[in-house]
């Protein structure tokens, strides 16, 4: 039964990283994914596929990671992690677009088990979730984008949207600048542990409804803004947000930090990172500029739907 959900996890993440790679190069109409496969020497490995220079697309990854070891003394003390051994697998996805008026995207899909000195599980979790980053606050993106993962969500359970939302304006965040978010957020859950009422079946069956939402969610918004006409200012304006972006990577991210301390594949773990960026001393935006709009987003979260 164990090796059951593993193979099960797994099979649905690369089907899952295939489908959304077809559909990112459809819609890009020019770049095409490049994999990399790599092996971890303590144990498994993983598929990083990227985008480059693309019609839509500047820079973008989506990765799979099926990666397993011991539980060594840095994961106890600053991951909190206690047992003999782990095993997690997952997809991450990071869309950096090229037109300052289309958004980032973020995703994230992944279990996680933790094993006694006999190999017999003594935890098992789920996490994910996908949230969206824009450098113009378009709102009809942002209502499109959250009641997609509404939908999504009440499938299973109609309160994990509001709390998954909340989650996710509250995770996103880069606390040392006054509490300000990465961007408009989306859904984010961690530490989902099965239980009598929701077992193993329903949270792989909710990552996979919300896994393949991407679909509907991400690509028609990306679609639509590829092509909107910029000018260099709005150009600077997503430099200066994608550095915020880099500051929650590598300061707040669990996932960064996971990967760091478990000796992950450094490439891998970084290609989230933007392919260029601004870091200008206290930059402000104008005050009621579109600039200024997208801020106040991120500082005062909204209810899309």
Not at 24 to 42: H, I, N, S, T, Y
Not at 77 to 105: E, R, Y
Not at 158 to 176: A, I, L, M, S, T
Not at 225 to 235: G, L, W
Request: proline share 5%; net charge negative; hydrophobic share 35%.
């Amino acid at each position: 039964m164990e090796i059951g959900i593993k193979e099960q996890w797994i099979a649905f993440i690369h089907q899952l990283q295939d489908d959304i790679c077809h559909g990112l190069e459809v819609v890009d109409g020019k770049a095409v994914f490049v994999e990399d496969a790599w092996q971890r020497p303590e144990g498994g490995g993983g598929k990083t596929r990227v985008i480059a220079n693309g019609n839509a697309i500047e820079k973008g990854g989506v990765n799979t990671s099926v990666v397993f070891g011991e539980v060594t003394d840095p994961m106890r003390t600053q991951l909190k992690i206690d047992g003999h051994s782990w095993f997690a697998a997952g997809l991450s996805l990071v869309i950096h677009p090229a037109n300052p008026f289309a958004p980032t995207v973020h995703a994230n899909y992944r279990m996680f088990e933790l094993y006694n000195a006999g190999q017999q599980v003594i935890d098992r979790w789920f996490g994910g979730g996908t949230d969206l980053t824009p450098y113009y606050l378009l709102e009809e993106d942002a209502i499109h984008f959250h009641a997609t993962y509404k939908q999504a969500c009440d499938q299973f359970d109609q309160g994990f949207y509001p709390r998954f939302k909340k989650e996710c304006d509250n995770y996103f965040v880069n606390w040392h600048r006054s509490n300000e978010r990465r961007g408009i957020g989306g859904i984010f859950y961690d530490y989902q542990k099965p239980s009598d009422e929701k077992d193993v079946n329903f949270w792989i069956g909710f990552a996979k409804t919300c896994g393949y939402a991407f679909l509907d969610a991400y690509v028609p918004i990306l679609g639509r803004r590829m092509h909107s006409p910029f000018e260099p200012q709005h150009k600077h304006w997503q430099e200066i947000r994608r550095g915020r972006y880099v500051e929650f990577n590598l300061v707040h991210d669990r996932g960064t930090l996971f990967g760091l301390k478990t000796n992950g594949r450094i490439e891998s773990i970084l290609m989230s990172l933007p392919p260029t960026v601004r870091f200008e001393y206290n930059y402000q935006p104008v005050a009621g500029s579109p600039e200024d709009k997208l801020l106040q987003a991120c500082l005062n979260p909204v209810d899309w739907v």
